[in-house]
DNA sequence: AATAAGCACAACCGCTGCTCA
DNA sequence: CTGAGCAGCGGTTGTGCTTAT
């Protein structure tokens, strides 16, 4: 295992930081802005590599960090982005303001876990863990062989995979969803993807009309609506990945489950009524109406107040 | 009370893609 | 064109707290 290029020369520490690190790291990114990670470190008299101080500052020490639980607004948008994107956590953090990559990656993956854990009555017919997990077949346990056929290892961007009606895919089969939408110009559905970039708009992706004019761009800026009805959201038919005809009702069993959580779930608060989920609160400002601190110099003792505890009291 | 197991979260590692000389 | 340096990303591991036995 060898150390990352900017941490070869130096001595770095490691593991985690103080709160003195963390009050250098923020003073100096206040006062001078973060410019080349690579530099920082020395500049702020710290003794760890550039990368570390950037992870450091994006996933704890920026001011406009949003800590806490996840809503079920959040979670409702993790949970849709993830069924468009896949594991592309930068990009379903770039639609959740005030939160990180890693927080929502640590976030879907206990999540995973802890749903596919939770044994319930009337999914798994009751069967012991390790009845089922022979019944899967996989020398492995049966959380990683689930993780890696629902979660991980779920291609977001390929549109074959995107599209296909067999493999496995979680939550949301978006290749069902989409089989039943009549693309009117005819095209097949890989063919989409070659299409020039059309402008996406709320007119062009209606999903509760089970039409659409054209399929939107998957590039890196394309944010997938979030769908207003449950009906349309999740397929009547669960497609399951193709181990064997047991295999595959235990799948439908898992599968099931979630999706009946998430109707009762969803039935049972007031959801975004439509899909610029964010732009209520650009209007309202950011979530829970907290008020983002700008990082200057002038409030830093405020912005410092303000960080979680091991900073606190400086 | 002691200890193991579970869990959440912070941090690290390795890879990829971009920029620039 | 190419290679070095860098930022950014996703996967994985480590750590410490909580809960169960």
Redesign the pocket.
Known sequence: ???????NQQKV?????SPEEDEKLIRYITNHG?????EVPEKAGLQ?C???C???W???LRPDIR?G?FTPEEEKLIISLHGAVG?????I??HLPGRT???I???W???I??KI?KPTANSTSNKPRAELRSHFGHPGNQVDFLNQNLA?KQPPLDQDALFSTSGPLFMFDTGSILEGMRIPDGNERGDLFHQPALELNSETWNVNQQEVPAFPPLDSNYLPPLIESMESMVPMEVQLPCINEERDMEFECLKRQELNEWVEVHESQQYCPSFPFWDQFDHQGPLSGEEVLAPTSSNLETMLSSY?SPLKGI
């Open positions: 295992m060898g150390q990352h290029s900017c941490c520490k490691r593991g985690l930081w973060y410019g080349c990670w690579s760890r550039g990368k570390s950037r992870l450091r994006i996933n704890y800590r639980r594991n592309r956590w930068a990009h953090a770039s990559d890693n927080e990656k640590n976030y993956n206990s999540w876990k802890k854990r991980t979680p």
